[in-house]
C-alpha cells in the first residue's frame, strides 16, 4: 500500500486514473454495518456511504431526502475506536455525504441494526411509533438514529440534550411534538403520558382538564418496553484487535473516476499535495460533497487528512489554544467548553463565542463531522468561524513540502470570494486561538432565516480592548461575514473607535463609519440590502450594551452616567426556550364502546412501527428489477425560450447510455394536464416555459451515468420574455382567460353607508411542499402493451390515464400502484401523474424497466408551489367595527399553466370572508400566467391565502376603528343559520365554541394584559398576541371529483382485506379506513389490512386530497363492509354464540360471496359561477388558535411562545392521528406564514433550492408550550361517524403566529413614534419584521427604489 501511495505521489492528478497498475493495487474497504463485517476490494471511492448502504447491501431504512446533509433522514451511527485512550466513540452523521472510504475500519450502524418488527423493535423505534411521532415515516428512520446515537452516548439524556440532538433532523408532517414527547420518557423526569396522576400532562399549565370523559393521554408510556442500555450491540472487537495496523498505513482507494488516499503522516500528506497539488483534501466533505452534487464539480483525488495526528489533536498553549485542521467541530465545542470550565471568565471570552456560534451552526451530523479547517479553506463569506476568528486575530499554520508558515487572519487573509492566501500546496496544519485579558471583551452574532442549522445572513466577530482602568478604547476589531464577497473588516470604524470611551454617543458616532465599511449596492449578492446593512448596526449595538453590561458588573465606576436603560436590559437577552411542552385534550370514546370498535381511539398508525423500523418500502426502496435502467432529467436552463437545437452526441457516446428521449417517442398524447385544460406538455418541444422543464431524458444503466450524460446534452435556445411575479404580470396583462367574480347586494351602497374606508394590499408568497420523499416512479412494461407504474402520486388513476393517453393505449393496460408516500400535502396530486408519464414513455421506448428518483433541488424546480396571492382590497366598516362592504382583487401567480390552478382560486374566493358577515361583497379572481413552474395544490388550496386577506383586513379595522381584536370580530362573526356570502347556510356553528373554550384555555385576557405590560418596560424586545380563527370547506371544488370507491375481501380464515381509492401519504389515512371497517364489521382492528392503492382493485378514484378522503372512501369502504355484514348475518343469527372466523368459514361453506364493492359520494354540491351562488361544500370545521411570540427589534428574530388551538374535528375518528394533523399541519402553516422565503433569481432560476435555502421549520422552531383542544361533544351529522376532515383546515391557525408578529411589531413602532397601522406580507421573515420596526438605525439607511435597479432576488 505504501508502494501505491508512493506511486501515486510520483503522478500528476490527471495520469492516476489511467495507471491501471496503480487501480490493481488499490486497498480493500473494511468496516462493519449492523455487526456483519464488509470486505470490499473493488469499492468506488465516489459513492456515498448512504448511495452504498441502499444499493450494494440493499438496507433501504435509511432515507434519501436532499444529499445536501440538510434533512437528516439518512441519517446514521458511525462509532470508531480510539487506541489513544482506549475509548469508543459514537458519532451521528449524514450518511448522503459521508465519503464510503472515510468510514474504513469503523462500524456503521443502521436504523435495520437496532431492531425490527420481526425480531424486536428497539425502545427508540418502539416509543416514536407509539407516541404517534411518525406520519409518512420518511423523515423516521434518521429521527431515530439520532436519538439512539445520544443514548450510546448518555443513556438518560435531558430534554435539552434530545431538542439538540434533532437539529439537523427535519420532519415535514408531525410538527415535531409527539416525537420529543415520546422520547422525553427516556429522561430522568420522563413523561409517561399522563398514565400518573401527578404526570406533568395531568396539571396542564392553566387548562382545565377536569371535564368528565377528556383525555390527555394519547398513548399508554407505562407499556413501552424498558430501556436496557447494556443490551445494545458491541463494538466489533476486530477493530479494536487490528486497529493499529489498520490505521497505521496509509490507505488507497481507488475507483473508475475516483481515486482516494488516507495518509497517516504530515510527511505523505505533503508529498501528495506537493505531486498533486490539484489533489482536493476532504475533511468533512460537507462542503466537498455539496460541490459534487450539485455544482457539477469533480475531484478526481480526494486526501483524507483526518488520520494525521498534527491535524486532529487539540493543545493547550501559554497564549490560548492549537486546534488542528482536521479536528471536528463537536470536538471543537467539546475542548473549549473544557477549557472554559478551567479557566478564569475573562481567559476565555473567544471561546465561549465560538461555542455559542457552533451551537447554531448546522445540526450535529455536520459537526460531527465538518472542520476547523475545512470551514477556514473554504472562505466562504458567510462562514460562522470566520469573523470570529478574524476578529479575535487568530493565526493559522499552513504547511507545504518547502515549509512552514503562519499568517494571521487579518484583513490581507481573504483575497477574493472564496479565496484566501493558502496556496495549493499547502495546507491548513491548524488554528491558534488567543486568551482574553481582563479588559477586553468579545462577543459573536449571527442572524440566520432560521435559527437552527442555517446560514447565516449577517454574521459578526467583535472585540475591544479597553485601556486598563478607563472604559477608553485601546483597540478594537470588528469583523463581519454576509456584508462583501469575503469576510471582513470595518476598518474605518476600528481606527475611528481607538481611544473613544465606551459611553453614551459611541454607536451614533460610529454609525456612519460602519455604513462607509460595509456598503451594499442595490442589487448586491444575497439581497436584502438595507436590512443586511441594519444588521451591521444592530449587532455593533448590541456589542455596545453587552460590554457596557459587563463594565457595569465588573467595573461600576467606569461607565457613571452611561447606563444601559432597563427597558433596553432585553436587548441583549441570549435566546433561551424552555423544553417544549404542551397538552393534547380529547374526549374518549362513550362508555359501553365495544372494545373491538376502533373507531374514536387514538390508534397508532398503521405503518408506524414499519416505519420506525426502515421496514417501510417506498418506491425507491424497491429491489431493482432485472434490466433496470435509470433516467435522468434534461431540463431548460431558461424561463422563456424557442427551442433552437438539441445536441445529444456527447451524452449518447457515454458508456452505459441506452437512448435519448423527447416529445418524438411519445406515441399518444403529449399534450396532457389536469382538466378541463390540457395545456401541459410532457417533454418540450419548441418552446420552454419555465427553468427546470423537462426537454428529455437520458436512459442509462444507473443515476451516476444517467446524470452525467443530461448534463452533456447541449441545448441552444433564443431566449423570449419572462415573466415572474404577481406585480409583472399585471403590468404585463399576462394572465390566463379564467376571471371569476362573486357579487352579492350593493357595494356602492355599502360604502356610501360606512364610516371609514379602508384600502390596501397584502401579498403571499409561495410555499415549496418539500415532502420527505421527492418524486418517484418505477416503469415496468409488461407483454403486450401492458405496462405497470409504481409510483409516489395522491393521484393513481389520474396516473393511470395520463399514462394510457400518453402511450396511446386504453387505460385498462395500465395498472398504477401506490404503496404509500413520504408526504404529499398536495405536491404529488397532479404534477407528479405528468412526471410518471414521462417515465413511462421512456420505459416504452426502451421497452425495459425504468426508474427515476428526483434529486431535491430537480423535485422543486418542476413541481411548482402553492400560489403566491396578491389581494387588492377596500372594505368599509361602520364606526364600530361591523363590516358594510366588501371589494377584494385577488391575482394568483399560477405559474406556466392551468394544472388545477381555475379550483385554487374559486376555492380561494369562496374563503375570502373567513369567519365574518358583510352584506355587500364583490370578489374579483384573477389568474396570472407567469413563467415558473406550474403551481399547483397545496394544504388548503388557495383557502390559507384568502383567509389572511380577511384577518387583514380584521386588524386593520380594529386599528382604525380603536378596538381590540377580540371585538373586532365578535361584532362580525357569522351567526348559526346564517348564509355565506355566496348563500350557504351555516349548519352546526361551531366556531363560537371554539372561540369560547380558546380564549379561556389559552387565558387570552390576562396574557394580553402581560403582553402590554412587557412592551411597555421593554424597548427592543416586544411580545405580540392574536387570535385567529378558520372556517374550512369540506369537499373537491370540481363536483365530480367528490366520489370514492372500495372493494372489501373477507378471506376464509376471516382476515379482511380492504382496498379502497385514498393513497396514504403519513396522514393516516389506512388506519382510519382500518377503524371504519372495524366498526363497521364488528370485528377487531388486527383482522383488517390496507395493502395498498391500485387501479386494478377500485378504477376511476380521485386525488386523495381535499381534505374529504376519510369521508369519501370511508363511506365506501362502510358500504361494502355493510353488503358483507347483510350477507354474513343468516350465518350470525345461526351461531350467535360462533366467532367471526366460524360465520366467515360458514358463509364460505355455503357458497356465499365474500367480496363486496363500496362506493361513496358526497350529497349534491355545486356553485353557479354565473350568479355567484350555490352549495358547494358538505360542511365546514371550524377551529381557533391564540399564539404568543417574542421578536428581537433590532435583528427581527422570533420566538413563539406558546399556541393554544380548539379545533372541532366532529367526533374524531382517531383522536391521535387528528392531533397529528393539526399540529403538523399548524406548523407547515407556520412555515407558509413566517419561515419559508421562496425566491426565484430575476432570470427565473430558483435560488432556494433544497433545504440549504428553503427553510422549513425545525425541531427548534415549535411553540414552547403548544396546548391542542379537540372540540367535545361535537358530533357532525354529515359525516363518516359523524367525525370531521382534518386533513387542511388547521394550517391557517398558523396566522396567528403571523398577526402575533404583527402585534409585536406595532408596539416596536408605537415606541418608535411612527403609526401602528403597517402592511405586513406574508411571509413574515426576519427581515420584514426589523425592517417594518423602524428605529434611529434603519432610518440611516436609503432603500433603493424599485424598478431603479435589478435585484438580486425576486418573490414570485
Ligand atoms: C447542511 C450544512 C449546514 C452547514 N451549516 C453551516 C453553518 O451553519 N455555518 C457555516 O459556516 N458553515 C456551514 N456549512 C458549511 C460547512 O459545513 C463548513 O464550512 C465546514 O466547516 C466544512 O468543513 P469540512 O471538514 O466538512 O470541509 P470539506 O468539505 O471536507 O472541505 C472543504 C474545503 O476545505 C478544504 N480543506 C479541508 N481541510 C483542509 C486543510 N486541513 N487544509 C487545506 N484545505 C482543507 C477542502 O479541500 C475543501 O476545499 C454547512 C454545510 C452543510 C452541508
Ligand atoms: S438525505 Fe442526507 S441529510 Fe438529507
Ligand atoms: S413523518 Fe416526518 S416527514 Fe413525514
Known amino acids: ?780 412494461p409488461g407483454e403486450g402493451g401492458e405496462i405497470e407504474v409504481i409510483s409516489a402520486n395522491q393521484s393513481p388513476s389520474r396516473t393511470q390515464s395520463l399514462v394510457a393517453e400518453a402511450l396511446g393505449i386504453a387505460s385498462h393496460k395500465v395498472v398504477s400502484r401506490v404503496k404509500r408516500l413520504g408526504g404529499g400535502f398536495g405536491g404529488k396530486e397532479a404534477r407528479a401523474c405528468l412526471h410518471a408519464a414521462v417515465c413511462a414513455v421512456a420505459a416504452n421506448k426502451v421497452k425495459r424497466p425504468v426508474r427515476l428518483m428526483l434529486d431535491r433541488n430537480e423535485d422543486m424546480m418542476i413541481s411548482g408551489t402553492r400560489h403566491p396571492f396578491l389581494a387588492r382590497y377596500k372594505v368599509g366598516v361602520t364606526s364600530y367595527g361591523q363590516l358594510r362592504a366588501l371589494e377584494v382583487d385577488l391575482y394568483s401567480n399560477a405559474g406556466s399553466t392551468y394544472d388545477c390552478s381555475p379550483s385554487v382560486l374559486e376555492r380561494s374566493m369562496q374563503h375570502v370572508d373567513n369567519c365574518y358577515k358583510c352584506p355587500n361583497v364583490k370578489v374579483t379572481g384573477h389568474m396570472c400566467r407567469t413563467n415558473l413552474a406550474s403551481n399547483t395544490g397545496f394544504r388548503g388550496f388557495g383557502s390559507p391565502q384568502a383567509m389572511l386577506v380577511a384577518e387583514t383586513i380584521m386588524s386593520e379595522i380594529a386599528l382604525k376603528c380603536g378596538l381590540t381584536q377580540i371585538k373586532v370580530r365578535d361584532v362580525n362573526f357569522y351567526k348559526g343559520g346564517d348564509e355565506t356570502f355566496y348563500g350557504q347556510e351555516l349548519k352546526h356553528w361551531n366556531l363560537d365554541k371554539c372561540w369560547d373554550q380558546c380564549l379561556v384555555q389559552s387565558d387570552y385576557d390576562n396574557r394580553r394584559l402581560d403582553v402590554d405590560e412587557y412592551n411597555r418596560k421593554n424597548r427592543w424586545r416586544k411580545r405580540g398576541l392574536a387570535i385567529t380563527p378558520t372556517k374550512f370547506g369540506i369537499s373537491f371544488i370540481v363536483k365530480y371529483y367528490n366520489q370514492a370507491g372500495a372493494l372489501v375481501h373477507i378471506y376464509n380464515d376471516g382476515s379482511v382485506l380492504v382496498s379502497h381509492g385514498g393513497t396514504e401519504m403519513g396522514q393516516g389515512l389506512h388506519t382510519k379506513m382500518i377503524q371504519v371497517a372495524s366498526k363497521t364489521l364488528r370485528i377487531p382492528q388486527e383482522k383488517i389490512h390496507i395493502n395498498e392503492t391500485n387501479t386494478s382493485q377500485v378504477p376511476n378514484t380521485s386525488s386523495t386530497a381535499a381534505s374529504f378522503s376519510s369521508d369519501l372512501n370511508g363511506m365506501a369502504i362502510k358500504e361494502a363492509c355493510e353488503t358483507l355484514l347483510h350477507r354474513l348475518e343468516p350465518f350470525i343469527q345461526d351461531n350467535p354464540k360462533g366467532t367471526w372466523e366460524s360465520w366467515v368459514d360458514a358463509a364460505y361453506k355455503d357458497r356465499i360471496s365474500l367480496s363486496s364493492t363500496g362506493f361513496g359520494r358526497a350529497r349534491d354540491l355545486y356553485f353557479d359561477w354565473e350568479k355567484g351562488k350555490g352549495d358547494p361544500y358538505a360542511y365546514f370545521v371550524y377551529g381557533v388558535a391564540v399564539s404568543e411570540v417574542e421578536i428581537d427589534c433590532l435583528t427581527g428574530d422570533h420566538q413563539v411562545q406558546r399556541t393554544d388551538i380548539v379545533m372541532d374535528v366532529g367526533d374524531s375518528l382517531n383522536p391521535a392521528i387528528d392531533m397529528g394533523q393539526i399540529e403538523g399541519g399548524f406548523i407547515q402553516g407556520y412555515g407558509l406564514f413566517v419561515l419559508e422565503d421562496y425566491r426565484v433569481s430575476p432570470s427565473g432560476q430558483l435560488l432556494t433550492t433544497g433545504p440549504g435555502f428553503y427553510k422549513i421549520p425545525s425541531f427548534g422552531d415549535i411553540p414552547a408550550e403548544f396546548n391542542v383542544s379537540l372540540l367535545t361533544r361535537a358530533p357532525n351529522p354529515l359525516a363518516i361517524c359523524s367525525s370531521k376532515a382534518v386533513g387542511e383546515p388547521p394550517l391557517f391557525l398558523a396566522a396567528s403566529i403571523f398577526f402575533a408578529i404583527k402585534d409585536a411589531i406595532q408596539s416596536a413602532r408605537e415606541d418608535a413614534g411612527i403609526p401602528r397601522a403597517f402592511r405586513l406580507d406574508s411571509p413574515a421573515t426576519a427581515e420584514r419584521i426589523r425592517m417594518a420596526c423602524q428605529d434611529q438605525f434603519t432610518k440611516q439607511i436609503s432603500t433603493p427604489e424599485e424598478g431603479t435597479y435589478k435585484p438580486f432576488f425576486l418573490r414570485p
Open 1 to 780: 500500500m505504501v508502494r501505491v501511495l508512493s506511486t501515486l505521489t510520483s503522478l500528476t492528478t490527471d495520469t492516476i486514473m489511467d495507471n491501471l497498475a496503480v487501480k490493481s493495487d488499490s486497498d480493500t474497504l473494511l468496516f462493519y454495518c449492523n455487526g456483519t463485517k464488509i470486505f470490499d476490494p473493488d469499492v468506488d471511492p465516489a459513492l456515498t456511504l448512504l448511495t452504498y448502504l441502499r444499493t450494494k447491501l440493499r438496507l433501504t431504512g435509511s432515507k434519501l431526502g436532499c444529499g445536501e446533509g440538510g434533512c437528516g433522514a439518512c441519517t446514521v451511527m458511525v462509532s470508531k475506536y480510539s487506541p489513544k485512550d482506549k475509548t469508543i466513540s459514537h458519532i451521528a452523521v449524514n450518511a448522503c455525504l459521508t465519503p464510503i472510504c472515510s468510514v474504513h475500519a469503523m462500524a456503521v450502524t443502521t436504523v435495520e441494526g437496532i431492531g425490527s418488527t420481526t425480531t424486536r423493535l428497539h425502545p427508540v423505534q418502539e416509543r416514536l411509533a407509539k407516541a404517534h411521532g411518525s406520519q409518512c415515516g420518511f423523515c423516521t428512520p434518521g429521527i431515530v438514529m439520532s436519538m439512539y446515537t445520544l443514548l450510546r452516548n448518555r443513556p438518560q439524556p435531558t430534554m435539552e440534550e434530545i431538542e439538540s440532538t434533532f437539529e439537523g433532523n427535519l420532519c415535514r408532517c408531525t410538527g415535531y411534538r409527539p416525537i420529543l414527547q415520546g422520547y422525553k420518557t427516556f429522561t430522568k423526569d420522563g413523561c409517561c403520558g399522563g398514565t400518573n396522576t401527578t404526570c406533568c400532562k395531568n396539571i396542564p399549565n392553566g387548562i382545565s382538564v377536569q371535564e368528565e370523559g377528556v383525555l390527555t393521554t394519547l398513548f399508554d408510556a407505562s407499556k413501552f418496553t424498558p430501556f436496557d442500555p447494556s443490551q445494545e450491540p458491541i463494538f466489533p472487537p476486530e477493530l479494536m484487535i487490528n486497529l493499529y495496523e489498520m490505521d497505521s498505513r496509509p490507505r488507497t482507494f481507488v475507483g473508475v473516476r475516483v481515486a482516494w488516499f488516507r495518509p497517516v503522516t504530515l510527511q505523505q500528506l505533503l508529498e501528495l499535495k506537493a505531486t498533486n497539488p490539484k489533489a482536493k483534501i476532504v475533511a468533512g466533505n460537507s462542503e466537498v460533497g455539496v460541490e459534487v452534487k450539485f455544482k457539477n464539480q469533480h475531484y478526481p483525488v480526494l486526501v483524507d487528512p483526518t488520520h494525521i495526528p498534527e491535524l486532529t489533536s487539540v493543545e493547550r498553549t501559554p497564549s490560548g489554544v492549537r486546534i488542528g485542521a482536521a479536528v471536528s467541530l463537536t470536538s471543537v465545542s467539546d475542548h473549549l467548553k473544557e477549557i472554559i470550565h478551567k479557566e478564569p471568565e475573562h481567559k476565555t471570552r473567544v471561546f465561549a463565542a465560538i461555542v455559542e456560534m457552533l451551537r447554531w451552526f448546522a445540526g450535529h451530523q455536520i459537526r460531527n463531522v465538518a472542520t476547523i479547517g475545512g470551514n477556514i479553506a473554504t472562505s466562504s463569506p458567510i462562514s460562522d468561524l470566520n469573523p470570529l476568528f478574524m476578529a479575535a486575530v487568530c493565526t493559522i499554520e499552513l504547511s507545504s513540502k518547502s515549509g512552514k508558515r503562519t499568517v494571521s487572519m487579518d484583513g490581507n487573509f481573504f483575497t477574493g470570494y472564496r479565496k484566501n492566501v493558502i496556496k495549493t500546496d499547502e495546507i491548513i496544519l491548524a488554528i491558534n486561538v488567543p486568551f482574553t485579558c481582563e479588559n477586553e471583551f468579545f462577543y459573536g452574532y449571527k442572524q440566520s432565516p432560521r435559527r437552527e442549522d442555517d446560514i447565516a445572513i449577517v454574521n459578526a466577530g467583535m472585540r475591544v480592548v479597553l485601556t486598563p482602568g478607563t472604559n477608553e478604547v485601546q483597540d478594537c476589531s470588528l469583523s463581519y461575514g454576509g456584508m462583501a464577497p469575503t469576510t471582513v473588516l470595518a476598518t474605518k470604524t476600528m481606527k475611528n473607535i481607538t481611544g473613544r470611551c465606551w459611553s453614551d454617543g459611541l454607536v451614533e458616532a460610529m454609525t456612519p463609519f460602519l455604513l462607509e465599511d460595509l456598503p451594499l449596492t442595490p442589487g448586491a449578492p444575497g439581497g436584502m440590502e438595507p436590512y443586511r446593512q441594519s444588521l451591521t448596526l444592530s449587532f455593533f449595538f448590541k456589542f455596545y450594551l453587552a460590554v457596557l453590561e459587563q463594565l457595569r458588573l465588573k467595573q461600576p465606576g467606569l461607565i457613571s452616567g452611561s447606563a444601559v436603560p432597563p427597558s433596553y436590559k432585553s436587548a441583549n437577552q441570549p435566546y433561551h426556550k424552555n423544553s417544549a411542552r404542551g397538552v393534547q385534550l380529547y374526549q374518549e370514546v362513550p362508555s359501553g364502546q365495544p372494545d373491538s370498535d376502533a373507531v374514536g381511539r387514538p390508534l397508532t398508525h398503521q405503518s408506524a412501527f414499519k416505519q420506525a423500523s426502515g421496514e417501510a418500502i417506498y418506491v425507491d426502496d424497491m429491489p431493482p428489477i432485472k434490466g433496470e435502467l435509470y433516467l435522468a432529467l434534461v431540463m431548460s436552463r431558461k424561463a422563456h425560450a424557442n427551442i433552437l437545437s438539441v445536441d445529444t452526441t456527447v451524452a449518447l457516446a457515454l458508456n452505459g447510455v441506452h437512448a435519448y428521449v423527447n416529445a418524438d417517442d411519445v406515441p399518444g398524447n403529449n399534450l396532457l394536464g389536469s382538466s378541463p385544460v390540457y395545456d401541459d406538455v410532457l417533454y418540450a418541444d419548441k418552446t420552454v416555459n419555465f427553468v427546470g422543464q423537462v426537454i428529455g431524458v437520458i436512459v442509462a444503466d444507473n443515476q451516476a451515468i444517467a446524470q452525467r450524460a443530461a448534463k452533456l446534452v447541449r441545448v441552444e435556445y433564443e431566449e423570449l420574455l419572462a415573466v415572474f411575479t404577481i406585480e409583472d404580470a399585471i403590468e404585463q396583462n399576462s394572465f390566463f382567460p379564467v376571471s371569476r367574480c362573486i357579487q352579492t347586494g350593493d357595494l356602492d351602497q355599502g360604502f356610501e353607508t360606512s364610516d371609514h374606508i379602508i384600502e390596501g394590499e397584502v401579498r403571499s408568497g409561495a410555499q415549496e411542499h418539500f415532502y420527505l420523499e421527492t418524486w418517484t416512479t418505477l416503469v415496468i
